[in-house]
T-cell receptor, first 112, second 113 residues
Framework: DTEVTQTPKHLVMGMTNKKSLKCEQH?????MYWYKQKAKKPPELMFVYSYEKLSINESVPSRFSPECPNSSLLNLHLHALQPEDSALYLC???????????FGPGTRLTVT | KQEVTQIPAALSVPEGENLVLNCSFT??????LQWFRQDPGKGLTSLLL?????REQTSGRLNASLDKSSGRSTLYIAASQPGDSATYLC????????????FGKGTRLSVIA
């Protein structure tokens, strides 16, 4: 199984809402990543978790809060977002030292 | 800071043509380079990965080459088909740890039937 799954596929939320994005993999990977991709732009790294610990935070605003409850799951909690946060949010995973980074299909987020 | 550039930004070709997409990177000390395909509004599909010690990788009609010393990679697509229409992204990884990928802006390919 070389699949990374993400839910929901689409999410529309108001600026006062609280929502969460979920990512799951069962490949035994111990590194998981959140990327943000705006239209017609390349993915930009947000967070990296290694062995369930946050190892990289690319100066992401605190309205985005990542969580890695176990080695298979990665969440991104959203609160008080802005319309400019609308984007495709991609999750990826890899094994430390593994060559490939596997991506999920993404969650299309729209903030109204 | 590593920067990845892809040329051209967009390309339109008739069906059946062979084509080459280019990727360049500023820091040649990479661990590997990965080519992805992305359909509009969708996630990334891994196509090929070249380790820093390799020169090329092939998968079906796709061939990727790597010249690490000059900071260049190419993706060759043979006998293009309308189904190949997508954005192709090149990304480099700097070391073998949990370092993230650094992406180029992509090449939008349209194959016209």
């Amino acid at each position: 199984d070389t699949e990374v799954t993400q839910t929901p596929k689409h999410l529309v939320m108001g600026m006062t809402n609280k929502k969460s994005l979920k990512c799951e993999q069962h490949m035994g990977h111990r590194a998981m990543y959140w990327y943000k991709q705006k239209a017609k732009k390349p993915p930009e790294l947000m967070f990296v978790y290694s062995y369930e610990k946050l190892s990289i935070n690319e100066s992401v605003p605190s309205r985005f809060s990542p969580e890695c409850p176990n080695s298979s799951l990665l969440n991104l909690h959203l609160h008080a977002l802005q319309p400019e946060d609308s984007a495709l949010y991609l999750c990826a995973s890899s094994q430390p030292g593994e060559r490939w980074q596997y991506f999920g299909p993404g969650t299309r987020l729209t903030v109204t | 800071k590593q920067e990845v550039t892809q040329i051209p930004a967009a390309l339109s070709v008739p069906e059946g043509e062979n084509l080459v997409l280019n990727c360049s990177f500023t820091d040649s000390a990479i661990y590997n380079l990965q080519w992805f395909r992305q359909d509009p509004g969708k996630g990334l599909t891994s196509l090929l990965l070249i380790q820093s010690s390799q020169r090329e990788q092939t998968s079906g009609r796709l061939n990727a080459s790597l010249d690490k010393s000059s900071g260049r990679s190419t993706l060759y697509i043979a006998a293009s088909q309308p189904g190949d229409s997508a954005t192709y992204l090149c990304a480099v990884r700097l070391n073998s740890g949990n370092t993230p990928l650094v992406f180029g802006k992509g090449t939008r390919l349209s194959v016209i039937a």
